[in-house]
């Protein structure tokens, strides 16, 4: 009991700690005069992730890599086929063609890096540090290009820091970010430690345990972010905020997670999830390249996918 407990304060505690840490963020940046092209590229990206960060290096640090791993699959996994998935069903996602061709690209190359250092396991932190400059590249070479060019791909940032809602007065601002800051930091040792308790006392794989509850409750910003972009009818923001949450996650949170301590991934992600990772990626990118959105029906299709691997993942226990 106890345990549940553990984990539902702790999801509580990371949804709406990821929520004001992002609106913070945003808010300071604003005050500051910070390009909304950058908060949008950066802090918005990070912000939303900052729960899969903060568990996957809790976690790590716990000595338990089955969580930390499974927490970056199974998120990008659930933003693509759960997530965007109902933001579709919701109204049909937009997919900017500039921004598509180049976060698409950035998307892909993070992941198959990701599945790289995966299948080198145990990863060194060589390698992470590797992933990370391929993060750092990214927000560098688009921020470039954005801010030369003013295409729409750099308008679609500057959207994503709009949406933030972020507060105007700097003290709020602060007070959102710092406080927002902490329940990340406390949600994300209460899931994890809740999470390690439940697989020991019913005998489930940390790995599972990890793919599924750890990793649906981190992606709750990503979720809210994407239910009230489709709400506004503002698809190509959610669209632009799942990519660049699984780019931040596949680069930036396994980088960090291998410069720990060598990452030494379960068999089971590496014959299984990390593959039907990079199949609901391939999906996503086949969707928005050909159609330039993700309509009702795919949004549909990809909920009973994820469905799908769900009871799959629950009949492996």
Do not use: C
Request: hydrophobic residues 60%; neutral net charge.
């Amino acid at each position: 009991m106890i345990s549940i407990l553990l984990i539902l304060g702790g999801l509580i505690l990371l949804a709406f700690g990821g929520d004001g840490l992002v609106r913070g963020a945003v808010g300071i940046a604003n005050r500051l005069k910070l390009s909304p092209m950058f908060v949008g590229l950066v802090l918005v990206g990070f912000g939303t992730s900052a729960p899969e960060l903060a568990t996957s290096l809790h976690a790590q640090f716990a000595g338990s890599p089955d969580v930390a791993v499974g927490n970056v699959v199974g998120s990008n996994t659930a933003n693509i086929l759960l997530i965007l998935g109902v933001g579709a069903v919701i109204r049909p996602i937009l997919a900017v063609r500039e921004a598509l061709l180049r976060d698409g690209l950035a998307l892909s190359i993070a992941t198959a890096a990701a599945i790289a250092l995966l299948l080198y396991s145990p990863a060194p932190p060589l390698w992470g540090a590797g992933l990370i400059a391929v993060l750092l590249a990214y927000i560098g070479l688009s921020y470039f290009l954005d801010r030369k060019r003013g295409n729409k791909a750099g308008a679609l940032h500057e959207a994503e820091a709009v949406s933030a809602g972020a507060p105007e007065n700097i003290w709020i601002s602060s007070a959102f970010f710092f406080g927002g800051l902490i329940g990340v930091l406390v949600g994300a040792r209460l899931l994890v430690d809740g999470a390690i308790d439940v697989a020991t006392a019913f005998g489930i794989p940390e790995a599972v345990i990890g793919l599924t509850i750890v990793a649906v409750g981190t992606s709750l910003p990503e979720l809210a972010a994407t239910i009230a972009a489709a709400l506004r009818r503002q698809g190509d923001v959610a669209f632009g905020n799942v990519i660049g949450s699984n780019i931040f996650n596949a680069a930036g949170i396994l980088g960090a997670a291998a410069l720990v301590r060598p990452l030494d991934v379960p068999a089971r992600i590496l014959g299984e999830d990390i593959w039907v990772m990079l199949a609901a990626t391939a999906i996503l990118l086949v969707f928005a390249f050909t159609g330039q959105r993700v309509d009702r029906r795919e949004g549909a299709l990809l909920l009973a996918l994820y469905a799908g691997y769900i009871m799959w993942l629950a009949g492996s226990v």
